[in-house]
């Protein structure tokens, strides 16, 4: 069964410093997400993609925050300068149809944490 | 308003027995979705149901739709070890963006089932 994959699994990072998330999405879907889940929290929306352009964003995605999908297959996120609050698990999705109207498949998760 | 709240919290049963979780919601949905979490690891898609169904079976699973009180449930019968796991709902906005739409997720019910 198709998968979306995430690299790396775990990243430890100083303070400051900046990640890149990497993300692998089903090769027929053509809209894509990264969703973060704080340790005991819920899972919350960061963005959505589609057609190489953002489309939608939610207020914790602000400037230190962008995505990328540098070629065909990857879709990237980068945290520029990290903090303490960043560290999370930070979830790829992908999904075929953008309404949500159809379930969506998200990767394993990159546990980030942020010392 | 915070949309997809789960209860209970959490749940600890015995294998074989039958596990109900349930979710509410504030805003009209179009479906609702249920997705599972194992300790650590990436969200699986279990089941979507729409709004005008009231009920959906899969295999072990089924759930529920009371859209006049904007709720569900998921019920999982003879429930296995391996069932341990966080349960969430989630659920796309009412106006799905064909430019790719959020879910939004519940707190999560934590699921133990004891051998």
């Known amino acids: 069964e198709p998968e979306v994959t995430q690299t790396p699994s775990h990243q430890v990072t100083q303070m400051g410093q900046e990640v890149i998330l990497r993300c692998v999405p089903i090769?027929?879907?053509?809209?894509f997400y990264w969703y973060r889940q704080i340790l005991g929290q819920k899972v919350e929306f960061l963005v959505s993609?589609?057609?190489?352009?953002?489309?939608?964003k939610s207020e914790i995605f602000d400037d230190q925050f962008s995505v990328e999908r540098p070629d065909g297959s990857n879709f990237t996120l980068k945290i520029r300068s990290t903090k303490l609050e960043d560290s999370a698990m930070y979830f790829c999705?992908?999904?075929?149809f953008g309404t949500g109207g159809a379930g969506y498949t998200f990767g394993s998760g990159t546990r980030l944490t942020v010392v | 308003s915070q949309q997809g709240e789960e209860d209970p919290q959490a749940l600890s049963i015995q294998e074989g027995e039958n596990a109900t979780m349930n979710c509410s919601y504030k805003?009209?949905?179009?479906?609702l979705q249920w997705y599972r979490q194992n300790s650590g690891r990436g969200l699986v898609h279990l089941i979507l149901?729409?709004?005008?169904?009231r009920e959906k079976h899969s295999g072990r699973l089924r759930v529920t739709l009371d859209t006049s009180k904007k709720s569900s449930s998921l019920l999982i019968t003879a429930s296995r070890a391996a069932d341990t796991a966080s349960y969430f709902c989630?659920?796309?906005?009412?106006?799905?963006?064909?430019?790719?739409?959020?879910?939004?997720f519940g707190e999560g019910t934590q699921l133990t089932v004891n051998p």
């Open positions: 993609f589609y057609n190489n352009e953002i489309s939608e």
């Open positions: 805003t009209s949905i179009n479906n």
């Open positions: 999705a992908s999904s075929q």
């Open positions: 989630a659920t796309p906005p009412l106006e799905g963006r064909t430019s790719g739409s959020r879910l939004t």
């Open positions: 090769s027929n879907h053509l809209y």
């Open positions: 149901i729409r709004s005008n169904e």
